[in-house]
């Protein structure tokens, strides 16, 4: 005997529309029994849906399981909303029925779903060929994005290869997938072949050289964004601050800063960070901590309290760094791995040995967080830089993983910095057998042996780096001016202004050493004689990046430095006797932390 069909309008589902507590739905539900709705299709369908608007996943399967012949609508919905293995079952519950038949919903909706296996993919992409859907473009996007997020660039690229049409999503999921992997190469020329470009195009490029250490390759891709017309996000901004972060491009970080309130962008947790973390890693640090206390809205989250307390650490600011902890236990804010890393490099700096200890057995024992190997690390520089080797070799030997060449490396530069020959030529053979060739380690047990003016060792380790074809990181410095980057290495003479800087460089050695300064000849490792070694000194990376600032710049203007190395002592010396004698204040970022000079002195008080 056929069913009745039920109208739509019965005043029992007209009912259904206007609820929105589950005790409400529970009730309608009992009502839809009790008149024998419920053994209809559609009444059940009707309910599973309100049940899905209020999140009440567990009890629309419920109902799913006892409704008489569900129909598509019904599946598709609960496969949605599981998004999970469980999603690939429902569908094939539905394969077993005759009827319905899935359509381009149900198997977008389940390649979207999370935890799917490569097999379990494939098993969804035999239904899609079998059933005709490789020419619907939402399924293809769909089995696109799978195969990225399942690590399989081929299978998702063959996808795309064969799709008939593309839209924004098509070209964007391609582009981003690459992103993600690093593969910057493949990600542009995809790019270039875009038919047309929208933010997320252009964010993703831009994310992806930041990600990879290209900064000016980003800069350049968000002034063609600029030219273009497409607006920037906060995602955008953000990756783009990042970069001039990396590259001290604080002209062009201001420009950005002013762009967000012109164009009154909405700052979220990550743009605010982005913001705290650009002013504190281009030398302005009082800046990054007065937009970091205007914009008490936004700092629910953890992100600029690690930018924050990341600005402390890098300038040398411990007591700063240990104060904004206190305040962030104050508000409740749970810390995680990166603010340890930052508060242990802050404890580094400051040469708080007692509160580093002391914060790194809290992440455990307090806030439950295991320390990874970049805490080990930062313990092992603390304890080095304070004179403590045999504690700091005694913790490495107590990690829980097998410590990489960073922290064996940290431990040889306290050995040369504190002259422990022994520890020092021990550690530096590990290395050796460990990772032969790791040329800054053994870089760094040629000076430790050149430092006691041990030269046949020295001239031994340097000639096989020699012959393993390994070459040191050679120092590099970078200064902005008018929002150009100009770039010196060690005895550089290609810059177009170089007779102007080495003219310079000689009347400043006049200069500095009426005023007293002494080159620190022992920096130069050889063995050579005393004039040589001064003339090695003179044309260090920072020194002429600082003369080309003092040439090119009003007096009174601050400059500033990043270099990609550790700046050596001599470089540290002079660059006081240069702030004191040409009454300027000179901010160099090394590898390590901020040095702000300033009338003869620098805020590290030289310890770094």
Known sequence: MQQQRVSIHHPLLTLLTSLTSLPQIKQAHAQLLTSGLFLHPFPPSKLLSLLLSTSSLSYADSVFLRSPSPPLFSYNSLIRAHSSPWSLLLFRSLLRS??????????????????????????????????GFETNLFVSNALVKAYWT???????????????????????????????????????????????????????????????????????????????????????????????????????????????????????????AGLIDMYSKCGEIEIALRIFNSNDSVKHGIRPWNAMLGGFAIHGLSDKAIQLFEKMKARNIAPNEVTFVSLLSACSHGRLVDK???????????????????????MVDLLGRAGLLKEAEEMISTMPMAPDIAIWGALLGAC????????????????????????????????????????????????KIEVGGGRKIPGCSSIELDGRFHQFLVGDRSHPQTKDIYSFLDDMAIRL????????????LLDVDEEDKETALSTHSEKLAIAFGLINTPPGTPIRIVKNLRVCLDCHRVTKFISEVYGRE??????????????????????W
């Open 586 to 607: 000179i901010i160099v970022r090394d590898r390590m932390r901020f040095h702000h000079f300033r009338n003869g002195s620098c805020s590290c008080k030289d310890y």
């Open 416 to 463: 040369r910095i504190y002259k422990d020959m022994e520890m020092g030529e021990r550690i530096g053979k590990l290395i050796n057998k460990l990772e032969p060739k790791q040329v800054g380690c053994q870089v760094l047990l040629a000076n430790l042996y050149s430092g006691s003016r041990r030269w046949d060792e020295a001239k031994h380790v340097r000639k």
């Open 513 to 524: 050493t009426k005023a007293g300064y002494v080159p620190e000849v022992g920096e130069v």
């Open 356 to 378: 580093g200890r002391l914060y790194f057995d809290w992440m455990k024992k307090i806030y439950g967080i295991d320390p990874k190997i970049e805490h080990y690390g930062c």
């Open 98 to 131: 005759a009827d319905p038949l899935p359509n381009h919903y149900t198997l977008t909706f389940l390649l979207a779903a999370d935890g799917l296996s490569l097999t379990e993919v494939e098993e969804v992409r035999a239904h899609v060929l079998r059933r």
């Open 150 to 272: 399942l690590g399989s660039p081929e299978l998702a690229g063959k996808v795309f290869d064969g799709m008939l049409e593309r839209d924004m999503y098509s070209w964007n999921s391609m582009i981003g997938g690459y992103v993600a992997v690093g593969d910057l190469r493949s990600a542009r020329e995809l790019f270039d072949g875009m038919p047309a470009r929208d933010v997320v195009s252009w964010t993703s490029i831009v994310a992806g050289y930041v990600q990879v250490g290209c900064f000016m390759e980003a800069l350049d891709m968000f002034n063609d964004m600029q030219h273009t017309g497409v607006a920037p996000n906060e995602f955008t901004l953000t990756a783009v601050l990042a970069a001039c972060a990396n590259l001290v491009a604080l002209d062009q970080g201001r420009w950005i800063h002013m762009y967000i309130e012109r164009a009154d962008i909405k700052i979220n947790d990550r743009l605010l």
